[in-house]
């Protein structure tokens, strides 16, 4: 729908802007998008500015704010950001691994909140015979989901079969082996151009501040190649949370963004359809 987004909005009036759950790399996507893209119009307008030249920290709504709050919450009105009109905003919307992120949540669940600390990531509690329900508390207030997994499914749902204006998913992974790129395919999307010869990476962190914990277990690019190319431990996940999560991941996601279910997931899919 890039297209459809540049015909849309002027290039003056075009603004890029993260959108994901926590821990699903907008931070490294601002810092990345920020400091190699521009939009022309606008560079030219503030050439030593660039922080108007249409790289945006998050989408006005909330970066990780629920999509369907999108026309009735805005951020503070002490942010620049908050009075441009969210028809000029082009979402570029984090995915990540459902379990990558799952396991990192558990790490630091921001406001993300269901009992976790004994067993990560903890879905279904077999004594009680139900789902551990999660509570998500972002700008719109405190929303309860059937489990964590849920909560991914909704997000991204929210856009990939339910947004009805222009945005672009993008996987976190490709932002960790494929920076470069990821982000001149996004770009030239929105219509900009690339500010440097030379491609500039975020090494370090982009997590900054308190409310992202331990600066030890932050991740910067570097640790990332590491720990990003090492396949799925899923001997690691509680064999209930497991099939819990085959069950009710969107198959539609993990398909179109190319994620593994697990093992055996075919068998148990195939068992719950005859179950139906």
Request: proline fraction near 5%.
């Given at each position: 729908?890039?297209?459809?987004?540049?015909?849309?909005?002027?290039?003056?009036?075009?603004?890029?802007?993260?959108?994901?759950?926590?821990?699903?790399?907008?931070?490294?996507?601002?810092?990345?998008?920020?400091?190699?893209?521009?939009?022309?119009?606008?560079?030219?307008?503030?050439?030593?500015?660039?922080?108007?030249?249409?790289?945006?920290?998050?989408?006005?709504?909330?970066?990780?704010?629920?999509?369907?709050?999108?026309?009735?919450?805005?951020?503070?009105?002490?942010?620049?950001?908050?009075?441009?009109?969210?028809?000029?905003?082009?979402?570029?919307?984090?995915?990540?691994?459902?379990?990558?992120?799952?396991?990192?949540?558990?790490?630091?669940?921001?406001?993300?909140?269901?009992?976790?600390?004994?067993?990560?990531?903890?879905?279904?509690?077999?004594?009680?015979?139900?789902?551990?329900?999660?509570?998500?508390?972002?700008?719109?207030?405190?929303?309860?989901?059937?489990?964590?997994?849920?909560?991914?499914?909704?997000?991204?749902?929210?856009?990939?079969?339910?947004?009805?204006?222009?945005?672009?998913?993008?996987?976190?992974?490709?932002?960790?082996?494929?920076?470069?790129?990821?982000?001149?395919?996004?770009?030239?999307?929105?219509?900009?151009?690339?500010?440097?010869?030379?491609?500039?990476?975020?090494?370090?962190?982009?997590?900054?501040?308190?409310?992202?914990?331990?600066?030890e277990n932050r991740t910067g690019l570097l640790d990332a190649w590491d720990k990003y190319s090492k396949p799925h431990d899923f001997s690691a996940i509680d064999p209930i949370d497991l099939e819990y999560a085959q069950q009710n991941l969107d198959k539609d996601l993990t398909k179109e963004f190319g994620y593994t279910l697990g093992p055996n997931a075919e068998l148990l899919n195939a068992r719950a359809a005859l179950e139906d």
């Open positions: 729908r890039c297209e459809e987004y540049r015909t849309m909005v002027p290039e003056i009036d075009r603004h890029v802007g993260a959108s994901g759950l926590f821990n699903t790399g907008t931070n490294v996507f601002y810092d990345l998008i920020a400091d190699n893209c521009a939009i022309p119009a606008r560079k030219k307008a503030r050439p030593n500015d660039m922080q108007q030249w249409g790289m945006e920290w998050e989408v006005n709504w909330g970066k990780h704010v629920m999509p369907e709050f999108r026309n009735n919450h805005t951020v503070d009105q002490r942010h620049s950001i908050a009075n441009i009109d969210k028809q000029k905003y082009f979402p570029i919307v984090l995915v990540r691994d459902p379990y990558s992120w799952m396991k990192s949540m558990c790490r630091h669940s921001y406001t993300l909140n269901w009992p976790h600390i004994r067993r990560c990531p903890n879905l279904f509690d077999e004594r009680k015979g139900q789902s551990v329900k999660a509570r998500y508390r972002t700008g719109t207030g405190v929303i309860e989901y059937d489990s964590v997994v849920h909560v991914w499914n909704q997000f991204l749902n929210g856009y990939y079969k339910k947004a009805k204006y222009p945005f672009l998913m993008v996987r976190f992974e490709d932002l960790v082996f494929y920076a470069e790129d990821t982000i001149k395919q996004i770009c030239d999307c929105v219509g900009g151009v690339m500010i440097h010869n030379k491609f500039h990476y975020a090494i370090e962190s982009s997590k900054i501040g308190p409310g992202h914990g331990k600066e």
